[in-house]
């Protein structure tokens, strides 16, 4: 027979108590499981009521544990599961704390996930591509993701895309239209947004450069070019090489010949 010769309070932890069994050191229990079970000086305990005392505490250290966690910032459950697996917790104790947790309205994936979508829309202007991939990361179930996706609206990821395409073409001014389409194309994309998307943005755009503006940009990628192509290149294979280059980014063919006629008075002079 085991009874409670003595229950004394940690000094390092006011919370919990420790449990003496006919005079020796047993267990320790949290002050909510002392409670829970009657706990008192001289009260007999069967060893199936010591191993329920245990298994209940160890719950509410991981209950507790995970309190901790969730104190500095919100948690999926998978995050919260992994913490407490990781600190050394079993499967049924670690379960069995979060559902309390769930119960109590500490841990909601849904609600979760809502907080994590709009976080990542206004501090980094993700697309539902990329937050989807941030959600599956969490461990957030399919059908919680597309629940909370469908919340961001067709005309509200227009208005992020747009923000994005504005700050590309802001950083982008020494490119000619085809490359600063091409940048925010790339942007976007890697944003997570869709090719939809993408596309309206590319069409509502408008680029225009005047005569003046071109030259002024050839003469900066067009020097660049040639040189580069002229320690390999030289004569007609040179120009056609550097022609064809200044094609690809998108410089219109007129401004190309006056650049390359340009370019071989320089050399021949």
Known sequence: MQVISKIGRQ??????YNIYLNDTYAFAVDESTLIKFGLTKGKVLEQFDIDEITYEDEISKAFNRALNFLSYQMRSEYEVKKKLLDAGFGEAVVLEAIRKLEKLGFLNDETYSKALLETKKK??????RAIKQDLIKKGIDKETQNKVLDSFSHKEQLAIAMELAEKAIRANQNKTPMQIKQ???DVLMRKGYSFSITNEILDQIKLEREDDDWYELIESQGNKLWSKY????????LKMKTKQALYQKGFPIEVIDRFLSEK????ND
């Open 264 to 267: 071989e008075i320089e050399e």
């Open 11 to 16: 000094k390092n932890n006011p919370e919990r």
């Open 230 to 237: 002229a320690s390999k290149l030289t004569g007609i294979d």
């Open 183 to 185: 940048k925010i194309q």
């Open 123 to 128: 501090t980094a202007k993700k697309g539902p």
